[in-house]
């Protein structure tokens, strides 16, 4: 908590975003806070016992929960309500390693604490409003009508938040606020990328699903839709299985056949894990080179996620090599500049004559979300249906 636990009873928010076994927290004092009154992260299984001490020390007024899919519905904050409840569950087979685990918690806490106001917010939200082509696939519109078929794009707070990071770097290090052509990288054991024109998002490489763009840890990203078929016949697959095997045991663990932990991937010396993390950069290179085009050039790169907070010297091996593109790197760190951004440091990966200015920033997700909560004052009014049955 902090380092230290606060003993006083405090009316405060607490936000919660949960993984498919991981769930972080943090309690905040107001909507428009920059600092948590305490944060942790604890795994789904503890989740109870962590919720009932958290209701317990805190006199929580308000609970944010993070759903990764809100569909075409959900596009803004609302109070989940036993009338909208059901509408949520529908969208789990979207997102099947998330929301349900979103869903979880919100039944969780009703059980605890039946008075508490709950708040969902939606990982989607951000890219609802992407340019028309880069939501559309090239399927009839018959079938892109009857299910609501697009990119809605993932991760969306993070790069939200990676976005206000980069304006808060740009005027520190550069005393102006108008380069506008970034390249977001969230790089964690789910990981996308975004390209940001003028702060809004043009492009994203996650897409009707979290199951496309780049390598993650259990997740194979893009793959050609004609081999999940091939391999659904040859090997007998119902759709569920086949959704187990291309978001559990694919990615830089099926590949590496090794581990989920992409540390122990970077330290590992076999095959395997080379190949993993060879297509790891490969992607993200390839990615890069696309948004550069439609960005007409690249002014900032800002990486965040786990991988980017505990191993930036590889981070740096990602961006190396890309001097065509303007990006030029520290091969050791020696001009590993930092900022304080609202009491979060940010690490230059690149060095100060590099025309793309790169940067490694702690995610704050959680501020994204209260973000999104005081952008929709509406979804805190009192709502007397707020039972979950």
Known sequence: MNGTENKEKITGILCLNPGSSSLKWAVYPTLSAERSVAESKTTM??????????????????????????????????????????????????????????????????????????IAVFDTEYFH?????????????????????????????????????????????????????????QLGSGCSMAAIKNGQPIDTTMGFTPNDGLLMSTRCGEIDPGLVTWLQRKEGWTSEETDYYLNEQSGWFGLSAESKDMAEVISSKSNGASMALSLFIHRIHKNLGAYFALLGGLDGIVLSGGIAEHAMPFCRRILANLGHLGIEMSADGDFCQAVNIKGMDAYCLSIPDSRVSCWSVKGSEHLAMMDSVARSPDAIRDNKKNKID
């Open 129 to 185: 409003f992407l340019p028309q082509v880069s939501q559309l696939y090239g399927l009839s519109r018959d079938l892109t009508e009857k299910y609501n078929i697009r990119r809605y794009g993932f991760h969306g707070f993070a790069h939200s938040a990676m976005s206000k990071s980069w304006e808060e770097i740009s005027h520190v290090t550069r005393g102006s606020e108008n380069d506008s052509r970034l390249i977001t990288l």
């Open 45 to 118: 299984d503890e989740g109870r016992a962590e919720l009932l001490k958290l209701i317990k020390n805190y006199s929580i007024g308000l609970c944010l929960i993070r759903f990764v899919h809100g569909g075409v519905k959900f596009v803004h904050p609302v109070q989940i309500t036993g009338e909208n409840i059901s509408e949520l569950e529908d969208l789990q087979e979207m997102a099947p390693l998330h929301n349900s685990s979103s869903l979880e918690l919100c039944r969780l806490l009703q059980e605890i604490s039946p008075d508490l106001k709950l």
